[in-house]
């Protein structure tokens, strides 16, 4: 047997310099990738259909509008300003433009909720009545969702706020509804010109 | 699949054998190489421990991995790939003078049409020698797929979409076909036979079909069975060419006397078996779409001896 | 030997500290990475035995033509059942099982990052595994594992079972995803520190490739499975081609997860072969980086060949030789890998312990079903054999022999680990040899009923065909390999009871996992050792573990941490201390959450809206009261740390025993 030798490389124990992002964020971060694999693929099954049929969309189905759907998506992309203010000031422990800017960020999220509900409301086909369609509400549907869910964790992170259970160096509930709300964001960067915009290109 | 009976079947089987040779010589090789070191390893004396071991005697790791794992393989898999596109790019391709046959999966029998000669016959498929054939395949249910071992590899029959099968039968004689997707409760009863004929014996047997040759009643029997057959139940779902029975849902009849087998060949096409098939498929092919007929005994002869008669 | 510096308090008393609750109340709320892992493992296996003795029906139907012992229907759901269990319920999980109790204990930290998702990972796998076998009530599946459209669709199979399958197998990929996204943050952010990533054991390797090749991977079967139960359920048009959808969709979507799935199977097997191999050749495993860069390489590759399981589908030529092409590929990194398993055994010193018998058992049957992949990847060959016999025994040698077997050996190795207890080895060398002489009698006759033309998923066959003989072999051999298996399970039973109890190193490994206790403490390790080698217990004697500095972010380190349940979080790369992870106490929440979500899927399957909106509502509680209580759970406010590098909380502190070495 070789001598025994316990031997460390000096400085293993040394902390790290920089204050890094805690795990849960690390864990929404894995999160975000396999959902954004879920769009991913439900936009390439998007693509597939389209491929697969000779018109599209299908049937007598009307081109997207763009008269509301441009600004409002504008006004989503826009509401992640807001939270990059409030999470330069949670950083900084300043909890009352942490609640401002989750309440501005809110507002337009909630404005962008509602004009999905009035797109679905103003369409001329359904979920059901061909292939189109189902895709359609899938996706845009899907993507609404995030948004809802991301206005209630909206909320529970406000409300914390409210209870004094935020300071500085303590937010990690925050952060990880920062890392989100960017990412409904994000996703409506690629369905916005796939679903909206690609269709009236031929 | 090996004693192949049309181009792509024999092309395959080659490739097979080349595969079959490497693939020998690459497992003895490889297991030598398990065996030994497992052996070798063994046979070393106690005295060094771990850390000697590892600096041990032989060839490096590096060297192992860089012959075995890379270099090696990449040769093999160079042939292999030639191999490949070799093949592919001769299998399947149009030719002249096809005979175009349309073969549309059911459940769970196959629906085979000549268009070029309108005769609509099923589970058989009658095919000349040396003549191109083109094998529309298609489904309008459930995914299956057309497999013919002796002739060629698979093809799946799928809905909304039509594939072709392109082969040339290098010799007369009857090859079994399998459904091979699965495509529900019946997947094992849904075999088929090609007969590859000579042209003289297709061009014989596709004037017929053509014809109305083999479709007139001629006995009493067969009268009265034609009368219960279209009168029962049997025509709304079967066709027979000529008669008022037109049915789309079930295989076409009118040749029903001269094919094999009944129900996709899982009984022998004799008077018993039919009258047994017809007063209960269920017993024959569990779960197949036919309904019981309930005729009375001399009914059912009938429709038996009609059918029968039908060549 | 002794402790150098007494712990605060006595071990006993830690123990206390992260004790579970007796009896049901325990059983419920634990987060306890082991305990959580060891149920995967018992689970999986239980859906094993059940999913072997399918097998077993099935092999008794087919060993003569024209056999009556099972009708269509029953043969039909037991291959589909079969197949979904061994997928779904048994492989992915138990390595998954294999993972949740490995690799705190391999990485050298004290639980998962995060434990209560853990226990929600196992009660969504436990809840889906119940949820599709509840269908025995009703009939069972019976689409085939894979169930292609249109043939599941509501128009050709209008019963409820195809929705426990379709429902089912979304339920239990969200217990994959759960639990891969878990891996994923404990391997890069609990690493003890100087466990670099070139020093990580290569089974966390494999568990990190596997994770995030799930998390890729499972999205596309959920959209597969989800969208034809949209189809089924709501009416939707996807796979509907009257209506513009595509039946090949489907196919592209279900096998865009089901290759990767193939090497999400395989990959972690071959990691605990990497494990296995070189602790009883004696020797480091040769070429680790061409080892750990190959399981990478596979992950991505393995993405880029899916359409070889669609060669039949009638695709332009041209995509096809494509896949064809990366199909041949993607076998260099397993060549790789292979060379490297024989180059350590060549120059180590083979000791043929059961784990080590299962190994190489594993090399020859790998050899074989590696050689036939190679076979299907050849585009017109594989028009031939897709769908025929001789696919099931390619599959088999792959799934059965290089899957199966290696966790057969994980099991012979770990079990010391898990139990304290030596598994038999008499009784062990025995199931091995029955195994495998049972397995080849089994799966080699088939690659040859495949080139006799015999079809996949057949309940029957015809006389006179010529496959009578070989089926009757096939149905044989699958009884001897399964009372081989049965012999391992006996063992396991026998010696949890009479196995010889052993030490923290009964095989003289290199990895962190045998440096505790056998069992581990519940607490893993009362101080986290520090590495400084690829095979600290082989280089790094005696190891050294770390004390708890005065800084928050290392005062986890030493056995204050394992006092104040928590465990040290270190920054992903060079594995420096950055601060400490509480862990949480027992709590109901991840049961309940599970359970919400179970509510919700029955409430899918029988179409009631006020059943769907309960297990909606119970989730949505359960969730709510998990984030409100995140913050609760972490450290105290700290002060951005700005201490200078090499301050005096860098020093190197070391005690020179471990606490599992005591009782020495």
């Given at each position: 047997?070789?001598a025994?030798?316990?031997?460390?490389?000096?400085?293993?124990?040394?902390?790290?310099?920089?204050?890094?992002?805690?795990?849960?964020?690390?864990?929404?971060?894995?999160?975000?990738m396999?959902?954004?694999?879920i769009?991913?693929?439900?936009?390439?099954s998007?693509?597939?259909l389209r491929?697969?049929?000779?018109?599209?969309p299908?049937?007598?189905?009307?081109l997207?509008t763009?008269?509301?759907?441009?600004?409002?998506?504008?006004?989503?992309?826009?509401?992640?300003?807001?939270?990059?203010?409030?999470e330069?000031?949670?950083?900084?422990?300043?909890?009352?433009?942490?609640k401002?800017?989750?309440?501005?960020?809110?507002?337009?999220?909630?404005?962008?909720?509602?004009?999905t509900?009035?797109?679905?409301?103003?369409?001329?086909f359904?979920?059901?009545?061909n292939?189109?369609?189902?895709?359609?509400?899938?996706?845009?549907?899907?993507?609404?969702?995030?948004?809802?869910?991301?206005?209630?964790i909206?909320?529970?992170?406000q409300?914390?706020?409210?209870?004094?259970?935020?300071?500085?160096g303590?937010?990690?509930?925050?952060?990880?509804?920062?890392l989100?709300?960017?990412?409904?964001?994000?996703?409506?960067?690629?369905?916005?010109?796939?679903?909206f915009?690609?269709?009236?290109?031929? | 699949?090996?004693?192949?009976?049309a181009?792509?079947?024999?092309?395959?089987?080659?490739?097979?054998?080349?595969?079959?040779?490497?693939?020998?010589?690459v497992y003895?090789?490889?297991?030598?190489?398990?065996?030994?070191?497992?052996?070798?390893?063994r046979k070393?004396?106690?005295?060094d421990?771990?850390a000697?071991?590892?600096?041990?005697?032989?060839?490096?790791?590096?060297?192992?991995?860089?012959f075995?794992?890379?270099?090696?393989?990449?040769?093999?898999?160079?042939?292999?790939?030639?191999?490949t596109?070799?093949?592919?790019?001769?299998?399947?391709?149009?030719?002249?003078d096809?005979?175009?046959?349309?073969?549309?999966?059911?459940?769970?029998?196959?629906?085979?049409?000549?268009p070029?000669?309108?005769?609509?016959t099923?589970?058989?498929?009658?095919?000349p020698?040396?003549?191109?054939?083109?094998?529309?395949?298609?489904?309008?249910?459930?995914?299956?797929?057309?497999?013919?071992?002796?002739?060629?590899?698979?093809?799946?029959?799928?809905?909304?979409?039509?594939?072709?099968?392109?082969?040339?039968?290098?010799?007369?004689?009857?090859?079994?076909?399998?459904?091979?997707?699965?495509?529900?409760?019946?997947?094992?009863?849904?075999?088929?036979?090609?007969?590859?004929?000579?042209?003289?014996e297709?061009d014989?047997?596709?004037?017929?079909?053509?014809?109305?040759?083999?479709?007139?009643?001629?006995?009493?029997?067969?009268?009265?069975?034609?009368?219960?057959?279209?009168?029962?139940?049997?025509?709304?779902?079967?066709?027979?060419?000529?008669?008022?029975?037109?049915g789309?849902?079930?295989?076409?009849?009118?040749?029903?006397g001269s094919r094999?087998?009944i129900?996709?060949?899982?009984?022998?096409?004799?008077p018993?078996n039919?009258?047994?098939?017809?007063?209960?498929?269920?017993?024959?092919?569990p779960?197949?779409?036919?309904?019981?007929?309930?005729?009375?005994?001399?009914?059912?002869?009938?429709?038996?001896?009609y059918?029968e008669?039908?060549? | 030997?002794?402790?150098?510096?007494?712990p605060?308090?006595g071990?006993?008393?830690?123990?206390?500290?992260?004790?579970?609750?007796?009896?049901?109340?325990?059983?419920?709320?634990?987060?306890?990475h082991?305990?959580?892992?060891?149920?995967?493992?018992?689970?999986?296996?239980?859906?094993?035995?059940v999913?072997?003795?399918?097998?077993?029906?099935?092999?008794?139907?087919?060993?003569?033509?024209?056999?009556?012992?099972?009708?269509?229907?029953?043969?039909?759901?037991?291959?589909?059942?079969?197949g979904?269990?061994?997928?779904?319920?048994?492989?992915?999980?138990?390595?998954?099982?294999?993972?949740?109790?490995?690799?705190?204990?391999?990485?050298?930290?004290?639980?998962?990052?995060?434990?209560r998702?853990?226990?929600?990972?196992?009660?969504?796998?436990?809840?889906?595994?119940?949820?599709?076998?509840?269908?025995?009530?009703?009939?069972?599946?019976?689409?085939?594992?894979?169930?292609?459209?249109?043939l599941?669709?509501?128009?050709f199979s209008?019963?409820l079972?195809?929705?426990?399958?379709g429902?089912?197998?979304?339920?239990?990929?969200?217990?994959?995803?759960?639990?891969s996204?878990?891996?994923?943050?404990?391997?890069?952010?609990?690493?003890?520190?100087?466990?670099?990533?070139?020093?990580?054991?290569?089974?966390?390797?494999s568990?990190?490739?596997?994770?995030?090749?799930?998390?890729?991977?499972?999205?596309?079967?959920t959209?597969?499975?989800?969208?034809?139960?949209?189809?089924?359920?709501?009416g939707?048009?996807?796979?509907?081609?009257?209506?513009?959808?595509?039946v090949?969709?489907?196919?592209?979507?279900?096998?865009?997860?089901?290759?990767?799935?193939?090497?999400?199977?395989f990959?972690?097997?071959?990691?605990?072969?990497?494990?296995?191999?070189?602790t009883?050749?004696?020797?480091?495993?040769?070429?680790?980086?061409?080892?750990?860069?190959?399981?990478?390489?596979?992950?991505?590759?393995s993405?880029?060949?899916?359409?070889?399981?669609m060669?039949?589908?009638?695709m332009p030529?041209?995509?096809?030789?494509?896949?064809?092409?990366v199909?041949?590929?993607?076998?260099?990194?397993?060549?790789?890998?292979?060379?490297?398993?024989?180059?350590?055994?060549?120059?180590?010193?083979?000791?043929?312990?059961?784990?080590?018998?299962?190994?190489?058992?594993?090399?020859l049957i790998?050899?074989?079903g590696?050689?036939?992949?190679?076979?299907?990847?050849?585009?017109?060959?594989?028009?031939?054999?897709t769908?025929?016999?001789?696919?099931?025994?390619?599959?088999?040698?792959?799934?059965?022999?290089?899957?199966?077997?290696?966790?057969?050996?994980a099991?012979?190795?770990?079990?010391?680990?898990?139990?304290?207890?030596?598994?038999?080895?008499?009784?062990?060398k025995?199931?091995?040899?029955?195994?495998?002489?049972?397995?080849n009698?089994?799966?080699?006759?088939?690659?040859?009923?495949?080139?006799?033309g015999?079809?996949?998923?057949?309940?029957?066959?015809?006389?006179?065909?010529?496959?009578?003989?070989?089926?009757?072999?096939?149905?044989?051999?699958?009884?001897?390999f399964?009372?081989?298996?049965?012999?391992t399970?006996?063992?396991?039973?026998?010696?949890?009871?009479?196995?010889?109890?052993?030490g923290?190193d009964?095989?003289?490994?290199?990895?962190?996992?045998?440096?505790?206790?056998?069992?581990?403490?519940?607490?893993?390790?009362?101080?986290?050792?520090?590495?400084?080698?690829?095979?600290?217990?082989?280089?790094q004697?005696?190891?050294?573990?770390?004390?708890?500095?005065?800084?928050?972010?290392t005062?986890?380190l030493?056995?204050q941490?394992?006092?104040?349940?928590?465990?040290?979080?270190?920054?992903g790369?060079?594995?420096?201390?950055?601060?400490n992870?509480e862990?949480?106490?027992?709590?109901?929440?991840?049961?309940?959450?599970?359970?919400?979500?179970?509510?919700?899927?029955?409430?899918?399957?029988?179409?009631?809206?006020?059943v769907g909106?309960?297990?909606?509502?119970?989730?949505?509680?359960?969730?709510?009261?998990?984030a409100?209580?995140?913050?609760?759970?972490?450290?105290?406010?700290?002060?951005?740390?700005?201490?200078?590098?090499?301050?005096?909380?860098?020093?190197?502190?070391?005690?020179?025993?471990?606490?599992?070495?005591?009782?020495?």
């Amino acid at each position: 047997m070789t001598a025994p030798t316990a031997t460390v490389t000096p400085g293993v124990t040394r902390p790290a310099t920089r204050r890094s992002y805690p795990t849960a964020w690390w864990g929404m971060a894995v999160v975000i990738m396999t959902e954004a694999m879920i769009f991913a693929i439900l936009l390439a099954s998007y693509l597939f259909l389209r491929a697969a049929s000779k018109q599209w969309p299908l049937g007598d189905i009307e081109l997207p509008t763009l008269k509301f759907a441009v600004p409002f998506s504008f006004v989503l992309w826009g509401s992640s300003l807001p939270i990059f203010w409030a999470e330069a000031s949670i950083r900084n422990g300043h909890v009352g433009r942490l609640k401002a800017g989750l309440a501005i960020s809110f507002v337009m999220g909630l404005s962008f909720f509602f004009f999905t509900l009035y797109d679905f409301n103003e369409l001329h086909f359904g979920w059901r009545t061909n292939a189109y369609g189902s895709i359609y509400y899938t996706i845009v549907g899907l993507h609404a969702l995030h948004v809802f869910l991301g206005l209630g964790i909206n909320v529970v992170v406000q409300i914390k706020a409210w209870m004094g259970r935020y300071d500085r160096g303590r937010y990690a509930s925050a952060e990880v509804f920062f890392l989100y709300w960017h990412f409904v964001d994000v996703v409506w960067l690629a369905v916005f010109p796939i679903l909206f915009l690609s269709p009236h290109i031929r | 699949m090996l004693n192949g009976r049309a181009g792509e079947a024999n092309r395959i089987a080659g490739v097979w054998w080349l595969m079959f040779a490497m693939a020998t010589v690459v497992y003895v090789v490889v297991a030598a190489f398990i065996v030994v070191a497992v052996v070798r390893g063994r046979k070393k004396k106690g005295g060094d421990d771990a850390a000697s071991a590892a600096g041990g005697t032989g060839p490096k790791d590096d060297t192992f991995i860089w012959f075995g794992g890379i270099i090696v393989p990449v040769l093999i898999l160079g042939v292999l790939a030639v191999v490949t596109v070799n093949t592919t790019e001769v299998l399947r391709k149009p030719q002249q003078d096809e005979l175009r046959v349309q073969v549309t999966g059911k459940r769970w029998w196959w629906d085979i049409h000549y268009p070029a000669d309108n005769v609509t016959t099923a589970d058989e498929i009658h095919i000349p020698v040396d003549r191109p054939v083109d094998i529309e395949i298609t489904s309008d249910n459930v995914i299956h797929s057309f497999w013919v071992p002796q002739l060629a590899g698979k093809v799946d029959a799928i809905p909304g979409q039509v594939n072709h099968l392109r082969l040339k039968a290098t010799d007369p004689g009857t090859y079994r076909g399998e459904c091979a997707e699965y495509c529900g409760i019946e997947h094992a009863h849904m075999s088929f036979t090609v007969i590859a004929d000579t042209p003289v014996e297709f061009d014989r047997w596709m004037t017929r079909r053509r014809g109305s040759a083999g479709l007139t009643p001629t006995s009493d029997e067969m009268d009265q069975g034609q009368l219960v057959f279209t009168r029962e139940a049997c025509a709304g779902c079967h066709t027979v060419k000529g008669t008022q029975a037109t049915g789309t849902v079930g295989p076409d009849l009118s040749d029903f006397g001269s094919r094999r087998s009944i129900a996709s060949l899982t009984v022998a096409n004799t008077p018993a078996n039919l009258s047994r098939w017809i007063a209960d498929p269920e017993s024959i092919k569990p779960g197949n779409l036919m309904p019981p007929t309930a005729l009375s005994d001399a009914d059912r002869a009938a429709v038996v001896a009609y059918l029968e008669g039908l060549k | 030997m002794a402790i150098v510096e007494a712990p605060p308090v006595g071990e006993s008393e830690v123990g206390e500290l992260w004790e579970d609750a007796p009896g049901l109340p325990g059983f419920f709320s634990t987060v306890d990475h082991k305990r959580i892992g060891m149920r995967y493992i018992y689970t999986c296996f239980f859906f094993f035995f059940v999913a072997g003795l399918m097998a077993l029906g099935m092999r008794a139907q087919l060993a003569t033509p024209n056999a009556k012992v099972l009708g269509p229907e029953l043969y039909n759901e037991l291959f589909t059942m079969h197949g979904v269990t061994m997928i779904f319920l048994f492989n992915t999980p138990v390595l998954a099982g294999f993972g949740n109790y490995l690799i705190p204990l391999q990485i050298g930290t004290r639980d998962m990052a995060f434990p209560r998702l853990n226990a929600f990972s196992y009660w969504v796998f436990l809840l889906g595994g119940i949820f599709m076998y509840s269908s025995f009530l009703f009939g069972m599946p019976d689409g085939g594992w894979f169930g292609y459209v249109p043939l599941v669709s509501k128009t050709f199979s209008p019963g409820l079972n195809i929705d426990f399958w379709g429902l089912g197998i979304v339920f239990t990929g969200l217990s994959t995803t759960v639990g891969s996204i878990n891996f994923i943050v404990t391997i890069f952010k609990l690493r003890a520190p100087g466990m670099s990533l070139n020093r990580m054991p290569i089974f966390v390797w494999s568990m990190l490739v596997f994770s995030f090749m799930a998390i890729f991977a499972v999205p596309a079967v959920t959209l597969a499975t989800g969208l034809n139960e949209l189809d089924r359920l709501f009416g939707t048009a996807f796979f509907v081609p009257a209506l513009g959808g595509s039946v090949l969709l489907y196919q592209h979507l279900f096998w865009f997860w089901g290759h990767p799935e193939v090497y999400i199977l395989f990959v972690p097997a071959t990691g605990m072969i990497s494990q296995i191999v070189p602790t009883f050749s004696g020797r480091p495993l040769a070429g680790y980086l061409w080892v750990a860069g190959s399981l990478v390489t596979v992950g991505f590759i393995s993405f880029g060949v899916w359409v070889h399981h669609m060669f039949a589908t009638g695709m332009p030529a041209v995509a096809m030789a494509f896949f064809s092409g990366v199909s041949l590929i993607i076998t260099l990194p397993s060549g790789v890998q292979f060379f490297a398993w024989i180059a350590t055994m060549w120059k180590g010193r083979v000791r043929l312990t059961t784990p080590m018998l299962f190994a190489i058992g594993f090399l020859l049957i790998f050899l074989l079903g590696g050689i036939t992949g190679v076979m299907v990847a050849v585009l017109p060959f594989d028009w031939q054999v897709t769908d025929s016999y001789f696919v099931v025994a390619h599959f088999h040698y792959v799934l059965n022999g290089a899957v199966v077997f290696p966790i057969f050996g994980a099991i012979y190795y770990w079990m010391p680990k898990m139990t304290g207890r030596m598994l038999s080895e008499k009784l062990g060398k025995l199931s091995f040899w029955v195994m495998f002489v049972g397995f080849n009698i089994t799966f080699f006759p088939m690659h040859i009923l495949g080139f006799l033309g015999m079809p996949r998923r057949i309940y029957t066959y015809d006389n006179g065909l010529g496959w009578g003989g070989l089926n009757a072999m096939v149905s044989i051999g699958s009884a001897i390999f399964g009372l081989g298996t049965a012999i391992t399970l006996f063992n396991w039973v026998w010696s949890r009871r009479k196995g010889e109890v052993v030490g923290d190193d009964p095989w003289d490994a290199d990895s962190l996992e045998w440096s505790t206790t056998s069992p581990p403490p519940h607490y893993n390790f009362a101080a986290i050792p520090l590495v400084a080698s690829r095979h600290p217990l082989w280089d790094q004697r005696p190891l050294p573990f770390a004390e708890s500095g005065d800084e928050p972010d290392t005062s986890g380190l030493g056995i204050q941490g394992a006092v104040d349940r928590e465990t040290p979080v270190t920054s992903g790369i060079d594995t420096r201390p950055e601060g400490n992870l509480e862990i949480p106490h027992e709590t109901y929440l991840p049961f309940v959450l599970a359970l919400g979500i179970a509510v919700l899927f029955v409430g899918l399957l029988i179409q009631a809206i006020v059943v769907g909106v309960a297990g909606v509502a119970l989730a949505m509680m359960a969730t709510l009261w998990w984030a409100w209580r995140t913050e609760e759970d972490l450290p105290p406010p700290e002060i951005e740390p700005e201490a200078p590098v090499g301050s005096a909380a860098g020093e190197v502190t070391t005690t020179t025993a471990g606490p599992g070495e005591v009782t020495e």
